[in-house]
């Protein structure tokens, strides 16, 4: 039994630094809604969305591609520890037990571990928006809130998706979940806070191949950044990540400047069906009967997917949470139109219906972990110490 009720959490994080970052000009004049729908389309997929950016020896064959697969090693479910909470200075267990930055500089003799990790990934990273002291002082706008520094009586108004689980997720996907709370000279370490040490360890030192660009505009279709990813390029990670491999990734689930990483762990398709083009030009945008996005197209197949990802779990879940890893697993459902050439490779696609705006933003997969030592102050090898004591790590 899980030891705490669950509900979904309102928000993630900022990726990685590797990724680029393209920024709409919002100054610009908007878009009729024409001109919007015509940006949606584009033939087969760009640089920036080659699914050769996450493997060179894919599998483009769309016919022998698996229509179904699972991670072989399931990600546990984390935490994004927020920026608004002052990241892992949170003392999540009560006010009157430490943080796990604070059991950190403890059982390590470090000073200072707490304000270094508020001024790098906390409050204190914050700089430029309304100083407050309620969260009412920030103008009653949905998801922000007051982040203040415990023992301080003024912050700083923050958006509630920031955090890291842009580091949580990928060491979901390479860390073994610890299994048991720790002693480790006179400190006691909890589940939860082994995984926020180790999250946070994940923000440095990680190589990584990505797939796609950032979006950091509301959504706005004028960048390039807010078109991708393309539905063929999500099609062939998939299929070749998750139904080849069984190796699990990360994405990006909206396509708008905030940023929602997750680990994707299985897949499904459960539709698929050869469609003319003109009713693929139907599907997509306008009639014809000549398809109209893509000249090498010689075969389109509609296709639906489920996609199943692991969302975030409260340190308030503190234990092993693989074995219930059903709870925290959602689904999103994607509809899109495959494009193949003459020997039936896929060469692109286009979302379809609901899809043509709620769809990935980017995909990523972890690589390999450096020994580093994050913000000066937190070292991977002595949290990786911790990890295995407590049954997991590497």
Known sequence: MLAAPFSPLIACDEPVDELDEVTADEDEPALTEEQEEALLYREGWSKADDPRLLSKDFNYGFHELPTTGWAQRVPWPGYYWPTYNDSINYRWAGAKVRSPAEKYGAAFGRAGVGTVISNRFGVGSIGGTRACRYDSDCGNVNGRMCGRRRGESR???IETW???CHA????AIMEREPKQGISFNGVRFEISDLKALISLVYTEGLSVRFMSLRCNSKGSLKSQACRDTNAGSFHVALANLLGVRGESFVFDRTYDREVWNHP?????????QEVSAATANDMISGGGSKYRFNPHAVELRRVRTEVYWINEAGPGFNQQLVDN???FTFTEVYDYIIELDGGGDIIGGEWVGASKRRHPDFVWRPMAKKDTTVAGAVRYSEVEQLMQLAGGGI
């Open 264 to 272: 994707v762990i299985g897949y499904k398709v459960t539709r698929d």
């Open 162 to 164: 920031m955090g890291i």
């Open 168 to 171: 949580w997720a990928p060491a």
């Open 325 to 327: 890893v059903a709870t």
């Open 155 to 157: 912050g700083r108004c």
